[in-house]
Every structure is written in structure tokens, then in C-alpha cells.
């Protein structure tokens, strides 16, 4: 999730924080460019323009350049910075990076202690990860040495690398991990609605979750979540929202700030990753995938009902 897309969706409510695509660290300290890129919230005290908190997230192997480059995320204003052991992407892994860290017991605990050493006490670490690279039962002890190396929240995709993103997670296995850990484990997989949510919380017993396609194909999620009594959307709120991102899209372009194809792609890249949220979208996504023109996607957005 971008910032555009960042500002929509925490403008409908209903979160309590939200954090950056990963910033990959190599042997290099990011120019400050590229984090206000990942995080243009940082500008903005690191909130949302609707005021909720935000954080950079870094995923790399080299604990000194992860330190150095979690410094600079705080001096540019992130509140605590969230370390990625889950991502499952090839070249992410290949280059040493992401989920495959989960076999390396001692780096990870290495570099989430440079970190941790490399930051003011107040500031928190935080780390996600996965259940594990293929082996599952590798999880606590990777838990537990995020834990002793100083973090303090793990934020857990209650699958393996291996698994991907394929149903179901295995949200049991967060129980035992809460269970072995003082620090709070948030819950992450799966998570579409508020029947998933209770289904999640009576697996696991956490009493905290962490939303990621859910959260893109339903703006509502959180508020479903959180709001016992919150009536879900219907199409024509998320017909509202389209036509919001767009314009958020479009004063970006007016400031310059992203071009006139990227306004056009993300708007269709969002509606096509809305499908599993609302039954309405595919149709409508059909309808304007072969637009190409802002001014053209401008009218169609303006047209529909
Ligand atoms: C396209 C895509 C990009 C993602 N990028 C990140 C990322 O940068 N950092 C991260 O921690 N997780 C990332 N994730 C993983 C999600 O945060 C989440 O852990 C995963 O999708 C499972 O949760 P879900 O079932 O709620 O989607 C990404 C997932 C997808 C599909």
C-alpha cells in the first residue's frame, strides 16, 4: 500500500498505525530521497493527512547498514521502525533479504540488536515475519530471538515462504508463540472481514491484528473490525472512494509529483486488487482496463453510478 492509498484508507478509519513498503537496505545508507518517497507521511510529523501514526519499514541483511539506515528513518521522523523478516519475493531472497533470513536464527538476532543498540531507548523496534521459511516449528525460536535482541512487537504472516499467500494461514501456530513471548504478537494472514477477525482472534488469542490485501480491497476493513455495529460498504461507497483516489492521484500529478501514467495505472491496479472485496469491481474493472488516458479514466470514473 502507497501513500495515496495510505491517505484514503486511514481517512475511512478505524486503524491505530500503518507502515511504509519496505525500504531494501543494502550496503548504503538511503539518501533521505527515498525515504520521503516511501514515506511522505514523515513530512507530515509521520501521520497520515487524517492523522494516523506512521512508521518505515527496512528489510536487509547487513546489521551495520540496517543500524545506520534505521537512524536516519528516525531522524527523518519515523516514531519506531519495523524490521521485514516475511517478504517471500525471489529477488528479495536471493539477494539475501525477507523471509530466508527466518533459517538464520543468529543474523536475525544480530541485526535486530544493531538496530536496537543504534536507537534511542524510546524509540521501538518492531519486527514482522513469517511462520518460517519451509519449516513452521522454526517459529519460536526465531520469536524469541527477535524478542532477546531487543524488540517489542512481532507482527506475525501466519504462513511459511513456502506457503505464499495461499489459504488458509495457520493462526494456531500464534498462539503458541504469544504464549512463549512477553511482548505483544500482532496477528497477520487471511483477514478479510470481521467473521475472519473473530475466527483469527479465537485461533490465536491475539488481541491485535495487522491487515495487508484486506485492508486494499475493502477501505472498510478496519472500521468492520473495530466497530462491532459498523455497517459494511456497499458499492457505491467504494465507487466514492475510486473517485477520491483519483483525485488524490491527480493533485499529486498537479504538484508534480507523480506522472500522468502512474495516476492512470494505480487507479486500475487498485479496482482490479478490490475484486475480492467487492463483487461489482471486476465488471467495472473490465470496463476501463484499456484506458490509457487520464483525461479519458477522468470521464469514465465521473460516470459511473
Ligand atoms: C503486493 C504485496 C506487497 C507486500 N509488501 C509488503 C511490504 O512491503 N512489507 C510487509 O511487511 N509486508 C508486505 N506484504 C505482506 C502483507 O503485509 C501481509 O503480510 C500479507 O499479505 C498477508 O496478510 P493478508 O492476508 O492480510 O494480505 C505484501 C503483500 C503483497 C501481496
Redesign the pocket.
Known amino acids: 500500500m502507497d501513500a495515496p492509498l495510505r491517505q484514503l484508507v486511514t481517512a475511512v478509519g478505524g486503524y491505530d498505525l500503518c507502515?511504509?513498503?519496505?525500504v531494501r537496505v543494502t550496503r548504503q545508507i538511503s539518501p533521505e530521497k527515498v525515504f520521503h518517497r516511501f514515506g511522505p507521511e514523515l513530512k507530515n510529523g509521520s501521520k497520515t493527512p487524517s492523522g494516523t501514526p506512521f512508521r518505515i519499514?527496512l528489510?536487509g541483511s547487513d546489521p551495520d547498514y540496517m543500524a545506520k539506515n534505521a537512524q536516519t528513518a528516525v531522524r527523518l521522523g519515523s516514531p519506531s521502525v519495523?524490521l521485514?523478516f516475511?517478504?517471500p519475493a525471489k529477488t528479495v531472497n536471493a539477494s539475501r533479504g525477507g523471509s530466508v533470513l527466518l533459517d538464520e536464527p543468529e543474523l536475525i538476532h544480530q541485526i535486530t540488536r544493531a538496530v536496537r543498540d543504534a536507537l534511542p531507548q524510546d524509540i521501538p523496534v518492531t519486527v514482522?515475519m513469517r511462520l518460517g521459511y519451509k519449516d513452521p516449528s522454526v517459529c519460536i525460536d526465531n520469536a524469541l530471538a527477535f524478542q532477546d535482541a531487543g524488540a517489542s512487537e512481532l507482527?506475525v504472516?501466519a504462513?511459511t515462504k513456502t506457503d505464499g499467500?495461499k489459504p488458509p494461514?495457520h493462526w494456531h501456530y500464534l498462539r503458541e508463540i504469544r504464549e512463549a513471548l512477553d511482548i505483544p504478537v500482532v496477528a497477520?494472514?487471511?483477514?478479510?472481514s470481521r467473521e475472519d477477525w473473530l475466527r483469527c482472534y479465537e485461533s490465536s488469542g491475539c488481541d491485535q491484528v495487522?491487515?495487508?490485501?484486506?485492508?486494499v480491497a475493502r477501505p472498510d476493513l478496519a472500521r468492520q473490525l473495530s466497530e462491532p455495529d459498523f455497517e459494511p460498504w456497499h458499492w457505491h461507497h467504494f465507487v466514492q472512494s475510486l473517485q477520491d483516489y483519483w483525485r488524490i492521484l491527480s493533485d499529486l500529478y498537479a504538484a508534480e509529483q507523480c506522472s500522468d501514467h502512474y495516476r492512470v495505472i494505480r487507479v486500475k491496479q487498485w479496482l482490479n486488487q478490490s475484486r475480492r472485496g467487492f463483487e461489482e469491481a471486476p465488471g467495472l474493472f473490465e470496463s476501463i482496463k484499456r484506458i490509457h488516458r487520464a483525461e479519458d479514466m477522468a470521464d469514465a470514473l465521473s460516470r459511473i453510478s
Not at 507502515?19 to 519496505?22: L, N
Not at 497477520?188 to 478479510?192: A, H, T
Not at 495487522?210 to 485492508?215: E, H, N
Open positions: 507502515t511504509s513498503e519496505f519499514q528489510l519495523d521485514n516475511g517478504c514482522k507482527v504472516h504462513r499467500y494461514a497477520n494472514g487471511e483477514v478479510w495487522m491487515v495487508g490485501r484486506g485492508a
